[in-house]
């Protein structure tokens, strides 16, 4: 960010009267004064501006090179207006540099980007997008077609279609209380969990170890409130922040613009221009994703003494090779005793967006959190919206009536 003062930043940060935010008793009202505290400091120290770019540099391109295309255009250009022998020749020789150059500093790239690499994920990441793709390609120019015709408004198209209910509307109207008898609920209920669980309040250090934390390359979610910008006044903020969040984990309610976000299409296989061929990838805000590590760390202690030993999925420490490794085990231990093995692989379609909110309630409430959790966790998977952004428009909000984003950590 040029011309940013990132002192007078901070500065202006700690003077901000944060406490005028909770003489609201709505949490909402609450949020809207606080973030407007924070917006206009952030929009005095460094303003949205709109500013043309140019496309992503590859990686091998140097100034030697660019000196070199530059004077290559150069004399192609003074050769077209004389058209001579003597421009042609010029010409020739500095183009035939060019391609010399690049395919000196291609070749150093991908020998640098192999012995650097600490991990194969390593090198392929930074490899991978300069190969060419075999797929179709779902940037922004797409035409989305139905029935043939092309599409004048697909963002509208997409969010309709990513909103529109998985599960039967009479499963979307039951309360809490008649999933009560549920085979899955009164299993867990037989086994008397009795956790006891409630959210407890953060501290400042955690909180400010959260906003260090925070991956400035990701986007910035409806509020428009970048993970850099958050992350650079961690130092300041930490402590109106966490009174903030520890307001709303005290009222068990969510702010409304919390549970906002852009959705984004990512194209997964075959025709590109059907919308069933996509997925929807929710682009959430930074600060409630903050608030989501708050609920995620404290449940994951109160049930990771409850986990299945076969469990490996939103584990940590655990992943895919682990599954793979415990597998193969078994698989080689039943071999050993000349026992029959057989694998039975499942893939659930649309997991995420298949959550029956009233349904993930009665479970927690059968593990044993209590009144105000529930009414935390309720507060967080109800009454949400969303927008797709497609081809660089904005469709309208549409509420999401049942599933988790997929994007958030739920």
């Known amino acids: 960010m040029k011309k940013f003062n990132e002192a007078?930043?901070?500065?202006?940060l700690s003077t901000a009267p944060w406490d005028s935010a909770f003489v609201y008793n709505d949490i909402n009202d609450v949020w809207n004064h606080w973030s407007k505290l924070y917006k206009d400091i952030i929009d005095k120290h460094a303003p949205i501006v709109k500013k043309r770019v140019h496309a992503n540099q590859l990686p091998w391109i140097n100034v030697q090179i660019k000196r070199a295309i530059q004077l290559r255009n150069k004399l192609y250009r003074k050769y077209r207006l004389s058209r001579n022998d003597e421009t042609w020749e010029s010409y020739r020789v500095q183009r035939n540099l060019v391609t010399k150059l690049k395919r000196t500093s291609i070749k150093r790239f991908f020998l640098d980007s192999s012995a650097n690499a600490t991990t194969p994920g390593d090198f392929w990441k930074r490899v991978k997008p300069l190969l060419p793709s075999?797929?179709?390609?779902?940037?922004?120019?797409?035409?989305?077609?139905?029935?043939?015709?092309?599409?004048?408004?697909?963002?509208?198209?997409?969010n309709k279609h990513f909103s529109s209910p998985v599960l039967d509307r009479t499963v979307?109207?039951?309360?809490?209380?008649?999933?009560?008898h549920h085979p899955s609920v009164t299993s867990i209920s037989s086994r008397n969990f009795n956790l006891g669980f409630s959210f407890q309040p953060v501290s400042t250090e955690y909180i400010g170890k959260l906003l260090t934390g925070l991956k400035t390359?990701?986007?910035?979610?409806?509020?428009?409130?970048?993970?850099?910008?958050?992350?650079?006044?961690?130092?300041?903020?930490k402590g109106p922040l966490t009174k903030?969040?520890?307001?709303?984990?005290?009222?068990?309610?969510?702010?409304?613009?919390?549970?906002?976000?852009?959705?984004?299409?990512?194209?997964?296989?075959?025709?590109?221009?059907?919308?069933?061929?996509?997925?929807?990838?929710?682009?959430?805000?930074?600060?409630?994703?903050?608030?989501?590590?708050?609920?995620?760390?404290?449940?994951y202690d109160a049930f990771k003494t409850h986990f299945s030993l076969n469990m490996s999925g939103f584990l940590s420490g655990h992943s895919c090779c682990t599954a793979l490794l415990k597998m193969v085990d078994d698989w080689r231990l039943a071999l050993d005793s000349k026992k029959v093995t057989g694998t039975i692989a499942i893939d659930l379609?649309?997991?995420?967006?298949?959550?029956?909110?009233?349904?993930?309630?009665?479970?927690?409430?059968?593990?044993g959190l209590n009144d105000d959790a529930l009414r935390f966790v309720q507060s967080y998977l109800?009454?949400?919206?969303?927008?797709?952004?497609?081809?660089?428009?904005?469709?309208?909000?549409?509420?999401?009536?049942?599933?988790v984003p997929q994007g958030a950590r739920s």
């Not at 979307?172 to 009560?180: G, I, N, Q």
């Not at 997991?351 to 927690?364: G, I, M, N, R, Y």
């Not at 109800?382 to 599933?403: A, H, I, M, Y």
């Open 217 to 237: 390359n990701k986007s910035c979610g409806p509020d428009n409130i970048t993970p850099m910008i958050l992350k650079l006044s961690a130092s300041t903020i």
């Open 172 to 180: 979307l109207t039951k309360s809490v209380e008649d999933f009560e």
């Open 349 to 367: 379609s649309k997991a995420f967006d298949s959550v029956c909110h009233s349904l993930l309630l009665a479970k927690l409430r059968a593990y």
């Open 382 to 403: 109800t009454e949400r919206q969303q927008r797709v952004k497609f081809n660089c428009k904005f469709s309208d909000w549409l509420p999401v009536q049942c599933g």
């Open 244 to 299: 903030l969040l520890n307001y709303s984990l005290a009222n068990s309610t969510w702010p409304q613009e919390w549970k906002l976000s852009n959705v984004t299409p990512a194209y997964k296989k075959d025709d590109s221009s059907l919308v069933e061929n996509y997925r929807p990838i929710s682009i959430l805000s930074s600060i409630p994703k903050i608030l989501e590590k708050v609920m995620y760390d404290q449940l």
């Open 134 to 158: 075999s797929g179709q390609d779902n940037s922004d120019g797409t035409c989305i077609m139905v029935r043939g015709a092309v599409v004048s408004d697909p963002s509208n198209l997409f």
């Open 8 to 12: 007078s930043f901070c500065c202006d």
